[in-house]
C-alpha cells in the first residue's frame, strides 16, 4: 500500500528566505507526483505536476523535483512572501498505479513579516 | 471560469438521515473524484469515476454511494449518515489524460452529523 509522509509537518520562516518541503512515497512505481497548496477553509490547488519521467518541474518561485528511485519529491520556494503561508500537500498514485490517489497530510508552511 | 462546484458548503445532520452533496465541473472532465480530509489522516479517496457509468471505490468507501450518470455531475450519497462520517469533503475533477493533468478541487462540504 502507497504511503506519503511530507516532513516537517508544520514551518515557520521570516519573509525573503528560501525553503525546501519534502515528500516521500514507499512505491516508487508511479507515474507522476503533484505538489497541492491548501488555504484554510479552501480546496486544493495544484502547483505542480511532474512526470514520472520528469526530474524536476517550475513554475514562478517554485520548483518541484522527483526521485523516483530513492522515492522523494521536494518543493524548493524561492524568496519566501507571507502570501505563500498555506498548507503544502504532494499526491502520488496509489500502489500498482491505476487511477487512486495517495496524499501525504501536509506541511503547513507561515511566512512571518 | 472553470470550476468544480459543491453544494452545500456546510450541513448539519443527524444520525440515519440520508444526504447528497452534489458537485459539478464545466470542463467537461472525464475523472471525477471524492475525497474526504480528517485532522491527522490527510485526504482519502472515497470514490472515482473515470468516465460516465463507470465508478470505483477508492480507499475508505464504506458508507457511501455515487452516481454519474452526466459527464458534469458526481454527487456523494450518504444513505445512513453516522457521526464518524463528520469531516470536510472534496470533489475534484481532472481531464481524459489523467496521468498528464493537474486535480481541479472544489471548496469542499464541511458536514456535521450529530
Known amino acids: 500500500k502507497q504511503e506519503v509522509t511530507q516532513i516537517p509537518a508544520a514551518l515557520s520562516v521570516p519573509e525573503g528566505e528560501n525553503l525546501v518541503l519534502n515528500c516521500s512515497f514507499t512505491?516508487?512505481?508511479?507515474?507522476?507526483l503533484q505538489w497541492f497548496r491548501q488555504d484554510p477553509g479552501k480546496g486544493l490547488t495544484s502547483l505542480l505536476l511532474?512526470?514520472?519521467?520528469?526530474r524536476e518541474q517550475t513554475s514562478g518561485r517554485l520548483n518541484a523535483s522527483l526521485d523516483k528511485s530513492s522515492g522523494r519529491s521536494t518543493l524548493y520556494i524561492a524568496a519566501s512572501q507571507p502570501g505563500d503561508s498555506a498548507t503544502y500537500l504532494c499526491?502520488?498514485?496509489?500502489?500498482?498505479?491505476?487511477?487512486?490517489?495517495?496524499f501525504g497530510t501536509g506541511t503547513q508552511l507561515k511566512v512571518e513579516l | 471560469e472553470a470550476q468544480v462546484t459543491q453544494n452545500p458548503r456546510y450541513l448539519i445532520t443527524v444520525t440515519g438521515k440520508k444526504l447528497t452533496v452534489t458537485c459539478s465541473q464545466n470542463?467537461?472532465?472525464?475523472?471525477m473524484s471524492w475525497y474526504r480530509q480528517d485532522p491527522g489522516l490527510g485526504l482519502r479517496q472515497i470514490y472515482y469515476s473515470m468516465n460516465v457509468e463507470v465508478t470505483d471505490k477508492g480507499d475508505v468507501p464504506e458508507g457511501y454511494k455515487v452516481s454519474r450518470k452526466e459527464k458534469r455531475n458526481f454527487p456523494l450519497i450518504l444513505e445512513s449518515p453516522s457521526p464518524n462520517q463528520t469531516s470536510l469533503y472534496f470533489c475534484?475533477?481532472?481531464?481524459?489524460?489523467?496521468?498528464?493533468?493537474?486535480?481541479?478541487f472544489g471548496n469542499g462540504t464541511r458536514l456535521t452529523v450529530t
Open positions: 511532474i512526470q514520472s519521467s520528469q
Open positions: 470542463m467537461n472532465h472525464e475523472y
Open positions: 512505491d516508487s512505481a508511479i507515474y507522476n
Open positions: 475534484a475533477s481532472s481531464s481524459n489524460n489523467y496521468r498528464n493533468s493537474p486535480l481541479h
Open positions: 499526491a502520488v498514485p496509489g500502489t500498482g498505479g491505476g487511477n487512486k490517489l495517495t
